[in-house]
C-alpha cells in the first residue's frame, strides 16, 4: 500500500514539486516549519499529511492557488480556494477596478489577461494591436498571445519580431518551468512556430525589448509592464494579469495620444 501511494499519491506530489523548486527536503522541512523526518515520510508514504501541513508546505513551494487546490485533493481533502467568474457577485468590485484601471491608461493600451492568452477585458486603445488582423483571429475570446505573434495578426507589422518574439515565448517557457503544463507548452511551442530565428548578440536586450509596430499613423515604439494579484485568495483573479504598454519614446506618446482623438476617448 505504501508504495502505491509513494508512486501517485500526495508524497510523490510533493518529492516532484520539491524537486522542480531545487530544494533539499531538510531546506523545505525548514521553510515549512517541520522536521527532515516528518517530510521524507510524507514523501515516501509512510505518514499521511495532515491539511495544516500541507497548505504550509504548498505556501513554502511557492505553489499556485490551482496548484495548492489539487494537492489537498491528492490527500483527500476539500479545496482552499475558490474559483468565481469575473461576473459573479464575488468578483464584481474586482471587475469595476480593473475596468476603471483600463480606462484610466488611456491613450496608452492596457489589457487583462487570463492563462493561455485569453483576453478577458481591454480598453479602446488595443485597436492598434488588431489593427489589419485576420478576423478569424479577433472572434471572441480574442487570444492576445497568438494574436501577437501570428502572421495574419500582429507579427507582420511588428519591425523587430525575431528579437521581440523571442522575449514572449521565454516568458512562457519561464512560467512553464514555475508550474509544468503540458497544454502551456503545446500552446508556447505553436506560437514559437510563427517566429524566424532571431541571431543573439550584443544588441539583444532581454527582458526589456520594446515592441516596434507598424500602424497606419507611423511606427510605434511600446514597453510592457505586467500587474498580477499576488494576494488573491480567489483562483480565478490569482491567475489574471493586467498587460500595459507604455510609449518608449514622445513620438509614440503623440502618436497614441492622436488615435485616441480620432476616437473620441481623449476631449
Known amino acids: 500500500m505504501s508504495s502505491t501511494l509513494e508512486q501517485t499519491g500526495v508524497g510523490a506530489e510533493l518529492r516532484r514539486w520539491r524537486r522542480a523548486r531545487r530544494l533539499s527536503q531538510l531546506e523545505l522541512a525548514a521553510l515549512a516549519d517541520t522536521t527532515q523526518r516528518h517530510l521524507s515520510f510524507l514523501e515516501s508514504g509512510r505518514s499521511q499529511p495532515g491539511r495544516a501541513i500541507l497548505i504550509r508546505l504548498a505556501e513554502s513551494l511557492r505553489l499556485s492557488l490551482r496548484e495548492r487546490n489539487d494537492l489537498l485533493a491528492r490527500a483527500g481533502y476539500a479545496p482552499v480556494f475558490a474559483e468565481s467568474g469575473l461576473d459573479e457577485t464575488a468578483l464584481r468590485p474586482v471587475r ?32 492598434v494591436f488588431t489593427e ?20 495574419d495578426g500582429m507579427a507582420r507589422r511588428v519591425r523587430n519580431l525575431p528579437e521581440w518574439g523571442r522575449h514572449v515565448i521565454e516568458n512562457l517557457r519561464a512560467q512553464a518551468r514555475r508550474s509544468p503544463d503540458p497544454r502551456l507548452d503545446a500552446f508556447t511551442e505553436e506560437l514559437a512556430g510563427y517566429l524566424p530565428r532571431a541571431p543573439i548578440g550584443p544588441d539583444h536586450l532581454g527582458f526589456s525589448v520594446p515592441l516596434r509596430l507598424a500602424s497606419a499613423d507611423g511606427e510605434l515604439r511600446l514597453i510592457t509592464t505586467l500587474t498580477s494579484f499576488a494576494t488573491a485568495t480567489d483562483i480565478t483573479l490569482a491567475e489574471l494579469h493586467l498587460e500595459a504598454f507604455l510609449p518608449a519614446d514622445e513620438a509614440t506618446a503623440e502618436l497614441l495620444r492622436v488615435r485616441a482623438e480620432r476616437r473620441g476617448n481623449l476631449r
Open 96 to 127: 469595476a477596478a480593473l475596468e476603471q484601471i483600463l480606462c484610466g491608461h488611456l491613450p496608452y493600451p492596457a489589457l487583462v489577461v487570463a492563462p493561455y492568452g485569453r483576453v478577458v477585458a481591454a480598453n479602446d486603445a488595443v485597436e
Open 132 to 151: 489589419g488582423a485576420d478576423p478569424e483571429l479577433l472572434v471572441p475570446p480574442v487570444n492576445m498571445l497568438r494574436l501577437m505573434l501570428h502572421p
